[in-house]
């Protein structure tokens, strides 16, 4: 399977890009190497992949195991290399899985499949920075 995407200069430090599916979005470096914040950072956007990555694999295994299911929230938190290259060392990916009766060893279960088994991302960024996982349940209202 071939994935495409199309990355174009606009100014300065400023590109879009473009996935294969149609989908653009604009990046910009840093203020200080001429990036003026209109944009989201490349390294932003690994962070951002890995979060919706693992968190269509715990809400679809939940589902799949029947679990009422209805809010999932990801917060990524990462650090990064003293020197250049400047490559995520620690990657923390903390959800918040909202639902009606949902269970601890299910929600366990699904955050460690997506870690272990089925997120792509998780894989790349797991051979470069420890990457840790945890959860916490909220009650539906």
């Known amino acids: 399977m071939t994935t495409t995407a199309r990355i174009k200069w606009v100014e300065n430090t400023k590109f879009v890009g473009e996935s294969g599916s149609g989908h653009a979005v604009v990046?910009?470096?840093l203020p200080p190497e001429g990036g003026v914040a209109t944009g989201i950072r490349p390294m932003e956007?690994?962070?951002l992949g890995l979060g919706g990555c693992t968190s269509i694999?715990?809400?679809m295994i939940?589902?799949?195991a029947r679990e009422k299911v209805?809010?999932?929230v990801v917060e990524v938190t990462a650090e990064r290399a003293e020197t250049v290259p400047k490559v995520?060392?620690?990657i923390h990916v903390?959800?918040?899985v909202t639902g009606t009766d949902l269970k601890a060893p299910a929600v366990?279960?699904?955050v460690n499949l997506s870690a272990e088994k089925y997120c792509s991302a998780s894989m790349m960024l797991g051979k470069a920075a420890e990457i840790t996982h945890d959860f916490e349940i909220v009650a539906a209202e």
């Open 45 to 47: 956007m690994l962070l």
């Open 94 to 96: 903390h959800f918040i």
């Open 27 to 29: 990046m910009e470096g």
């Open 57 to 59: 694999d715990v809400v």
């Open 70 to 72: 209805t809010d999932c």
């Open 62 to 64: 939940l589902q799949k």
């Open 108 to 110: 366990e279960r699904a």
């Open 88 to 90: 995520f060392t620690k």
